[in-house]
């Protein structure tokens, strides 16, 4: 059993140091780190000079240091009072800047750096003069800055931050406050070493779950900022003054717009630490898609204008990362959540569901895509399909009155104008035939209906690419390629008809190779183990056509692991998908 009490140290300023040695109840506390860790604790007691290195062993040394000190001399006391007074004062809040680092840096360089953070932690606080034309903005760029050239010193700012918020005396009054702020900054952008992880989130638990502290919401700001951290890797760019101001003045989330497929915007309070994948899971919330694996279909697109290639952002990343680059730079962008993957069938029960999946759907249907005509011409049964879908098009824009004849051309796919068999004054015929059913119906009806019509087509729910098809030695052909639940497709550009594809379970890998001239082109190898095959083709867009392919790979063997009653996460992919 050690003799350590540190229940009494208060991270908000409300506590006292229990000055006379105790039995612990709480393991990893700061004083526990401090006594093997600090610079003054190793080179006044030699702490780890003792045989078992227990902190009982530790402390007996330390008592008898301090009583062979005091021999000797007139009115000797017990001094094991004055040595406990020592010892916390190492990790509790101090009114003057170090005079060196708590933890111990052979680099004269770093220990430097060190004390100049601490001078900036105690100017935010505002427990010591800024500099001329110095704000609080540069204070935590000075740390983080810091801490991102030299992780070596990441332990000593988190150190120097809770000596700073423990048993706060300071005169101003928001010292303590402005110090867990600062607190709540710096935990979303580092990790700590593992020897003071355990130390670091027990500092912050303590002060998080204890609501007689002043400061306890902000603490837990800190633990779940910390664990994101831990989990994300942390913030990769510094932060923009708006958002360093905002926080300072205790605004933790800003008001982001996301765009939805239609033109539909959601506002979402967006912290310091929210990812893309928690974006993603709340608006798939909204949609009422609740199922873990089913989210995995949507992703959240930054679309930077004058650039005509995007990808899905990583789900792991910051979105203030994202946004406070592009912002820097001045680039207009939007974020945009979409569906990128179509494994799921539809549910078509959400109101939003339905706008985000036909503003999707129905730009390919009407440039022609979903639309397979052998030896260009419309197959019987897609006419009634399609005479149906162009009058429910129409109730869809909210139109009241009949289709006219100027109107039809544009609620019809591209491609069935310039078909022979049926001319353009038959296909008004069909469409207005079509319309008396339509007019009871709402939009959001009429757009589900068409949804449900569309969705027993073989090419819906496929991501299409222009690409050339490179076989064996013959010229590149251009071709769509058409990724679905059903795998690889390459059609033909005028027909739609499938010349090859490849299911998911014969890709084998991806590769992405760049010619000497620029050129971009994707290698996929499929077949099985006794035969395989690359073929190559060219494209723009070969990354996003490989991450794709991975994300269909992925879903489809975390849906038959599920299906066979394994835990998704027991999967793994075994074959090599270009990232």
């Keep these: 059993m050690s003799f350590l009490k540190q229940e009494n140290f208060d991270g908000d300023g409300r506590g006292e140091i229990n000055q006379s040695p105790q039995p612990a109840n709480d393991a990893k506390s700061l004083l526990q780190f401090a006594l ?161 992880k355990p130390y670091l989130f027990k500092y912050l638990e303590t002060a998080a779950y204890d609501k007689r502290r002043a400061y306890h919401g902000t603490a837990m700001v800190c633990l779940q900022n910390l664990r994101k951290t831990f989990k994300y890797g942390g913030r990769k760019n510094v932060p923009s003054i708006e958002e360093i101001s ?11 717009i996301y765009r939805l497929p239609g033109g539909t915007e959601r506002v979402i ?53 994202v946004t406070t680059e592009l912002l820097k730079n001045g680039q207009v962008f939007y974020l945009i959540f979409c569906r990128s993957v179509w494994y799921y069938p539809l549910r078509l029960d959400n109101h939003l569901y339905i706008e985000v999946i036909f503003n999707q759907v129905a730009p390919d249907y009407l440039e022609g895509l979903l639309l397979v005509m052998p030896h260009e011409r419309v197959k019987e049964q897609n006419v009634a399909d399609i005479s149906k879908v162009a009058a429910l098009l129409h109730r869809a824009a909210d139109m009241e009155h009949t289709p006219a004849k100027e109107e039809v051309k544009y609620l019809l796919p591209k491609p069935i104008l310039g078909v022979r068999d049926i001319r353009p004054a038959q296909w008004v015929e069909y469409v207005q035939q079509n319309w008396p059913q339509m007019t009871a119906l709402t939009t959001t009806e009429a757009k589900a ?52 594809k490849y299911p998911f379970s014969e890709v084998i890998s991806t ?44 879903i489809e063997q975390k849906h038959r692991g599920i299906s066979n009653g394994d835990a998704p996460h027991d999967l793994t992919l075994s074959r090599h998908i270009d990232k």
């Design 36 to 196: 093997f860790n600090f610079r003054e604790s190793l080179e006044k007691y030699e702490m780890l000079r003792t045989r078992d290195g227990s902190i009982r062993g530790s402390i007996k040394l330390i008592e008898s240091l301090k009583t062979k000190k005091g021999k000797g001399k007139k009115g000797n006391k017990d001094t094991s009072d004055w040595t406990w007074k020592e010892l916390a004062d190492m990790v509790k809040y101090t009114k003057s800047p170090l005079l060196a680092s708590l933890l111990k840096f052979e680099a004269p360089e770093l220990n430097k750096l060190a004390l100049e953070c601490f001078v900036a932690i105690m100017r935010y606080m505002g427990d010591y003069p800024m500099a001329k034309n110095q704000s609080e903005v540069d204070c935590v760029y000075t740390i983080l800055v810091t801490c991102h050239k030299y992780p070596q010193l990441r332990d000593e700012v988190y150190c120097q931050l809770m000596k700073q918020t423990t048993n706060n005396k300071s005169p101003k009054p928001d010292s303590c406050q402005r110090g867990w702020r600062l607190f709540s900054i710096v935990v979303a952008y580092f990790e700590c070493s593992d020897a003071l």
């Design 449 to 500: 209906q068409c949804l449900d019509i569309l969705q027993k087509w073989p090419l819906f729910g496929s991501c299409f690419f222009i690409v050339k098809w490179i076989r064996g030695d013959a010229l590149p052909v251009d071709h769509i390629l058409a990724l679905n639940k059903e795998g690889v497709h390459f059609l033909e550009v005028i027909t739609h008809e499938t010349t090859w």
């Design 269 to 321: 309070n967006t912290r310091s630490t929210t990812v893309v994948q928690d974006i993603i899971e709340e608006i798939c919330t909204i949609l009422n898609v609740r199922n873990q694996l089913e989210m995995e279909e949507f992703s959240l697109y930054c679309i930077v204008e004058g650039d005509p290639y995007t990808m899905p952002l990583n789900r792991e990343e910051y979105i203030l990362d």
């Design 246 to 256: 905002a926080i300072s003045a205790g605004r933790n989330s800003k008001r982001q």
């Design 511 to 554: 590769r992405k190779v760049r010619a000497e001239d620029g050129t971009l082109f994707l290698d996929m190898k499929c077949g099985n183990l006794m035969v395989q095959k690359i073929t190559r083709i060219q494209t723009d867009q070969a990354h996003e056509v490989s991450r794709l392919i991975r994300q269909y790979i992925n």
